[in-house]
């Protein structure tokens, strides 16, 4: 048995007993009957739980249906399949840290980054519920490095044209305010004031049976009022709804047009990126941005900001160099 204190000033006792280490951390120094005792006990309830992990993560859900989103419950009903089969079978009794990290390395092998860094964080509560002395320390892959898209103004513009007269026209406008489609399909005609200002409360997403539900939305910031030309605002009281159809049909609409005029593929929240340079490029500051658009951290209007002081550089050096060549004509 071990007893180390640690940085933050607690104690972690631990112990392994027929392969498995098992730890325990507490506030204060214990003395070794009452390591002894707070071992036994956690030793006990990994002992008595003999459910499969696939249980416990059934378990786990069921007890947030009423908590997370639809969309989040959606999601982690399906992440247990994509689990090594073994992972899944194994009793919740038997899982230490080493199987854990066995089972991030072989979804690496198949997976995104992305991916199964969302699959260990699913794993990780669902331990932290059945197994709350379980101590983690999970070597995951880094994300990879990667620069925002910013669709090109010129090309919004041919698609806006085509948009023009059918049902897609209005959201592909909101969407340049920085709206999200889940957004925008939720809208209705009383979310738009008088003042011009459109209210955004709430989301349009599937829930785990595949049923399309209004919701709050994604983030207590994405909670805000959006103010729209008048222009807009009067097309869609003419109109007398904002849209009528799902998430999907913009984006559907949106990649036939694309590939109708020649263009590069971008989805619809990549217009999301074009309101937050357009801005950028006018001298808003990001805490303005960011709340305009409803992001909850700083970091994606950040890199849309570094990217397009890159863009910038870039035409100062292309300009730089014409200047020089220019000596040489």
């Known amino acids: 048995m071990e007893i180390e204190r640690l940085p933050s000033g607690s104690y972690r006792i631990r112990q392994r007993y027929n392969g498995q280490r098992y730890s325990v951390t507490v506030d204060h120094k214990p003395s070794n009957k009452e390591a002894l005792e707070l071992l036994a006990e956690v030793m006990k309830d990994v002992v008595a739980d003999k459910s499969s992990f696939t249980a416990a993560a059934e378990k786990y859900i069921s007890l947030k249906a009423n908590i997370l989103s639809p969309r989040t419950i959606r999601e982690y009903k399906l992440y247990p399949a994509r689990l090594p ?6 009793p919740v009794s038997q899982i230490t840290a080493d199987s854990v990290q066995q089972c991030v390395n072989e979804l690496s092998g198949t997976c995104s980054p992305k991916t199964v860094r969302s699959l260990h964080g699913f794993i990780s509560a669902v331990l932290k519920r059945a197994r709350p002395h379980l101590a983690l320390n999970t070597t995951l892959p880094k994300l990879p ?17 085509v948009a023009e007269g059918t049902q897609y026209s209005i959201p592909l406008k909101l969407a340049c305010y920085g709206l999200r489609r889940g957004e925008i399909c939720a809208l209705e005609l009383s979310d738009l004031d008088a003042q011009d200002v459109i209210h955004i409360t709430k989301d349009l997403v599937q829930d785990e049976k595949g049923n399309w539900v209004k919701k709050p939305p994604k983030t207590p910031g994405s909670v ?8 807009l605002a009067e097309e869609i009281r003419k109109q007398g709804y904002v849209f009528k159809g799902f998430p999907g049909t913009i984006s559907n609409f949106l990649a036939r047009t694309q590939k109708k005029l020649g263009l590069e593929h971008f989805s619809i929240h990549k217009l999301r990126h074009l309101f937050a340079s357009i801005l950028l490029d006018k001298g808003y500051d990001l805490k ?42």
């Not at 805000?224 to 222009?231: A, D, G, K, T, Y």
């Open 85 to 90: 089969d073994w992972f899944r079978r194994m």
């Open 224 to 231: 805000r009022n959006v103010l729209i030309s008048h222009e």
């Open 288 to 329: 303005t941005i960011q709340e305009l658009g409803g992001w909850m951290g700083s970091e994606t209007v950040s890199n849309i900001y570094l990217h397009s002081l890159k863009l910038k550089d870039e035409e100062k050096r292309k300009k730089i160099s014409s200047d020089i060549s220019s000596f040489f004509d």
């Open 145 to 161: 490095k990667s620069e925002p898209y910013i669709p090109k103004k010129e090309d919004l513009q041919a698609i806006l044209a």
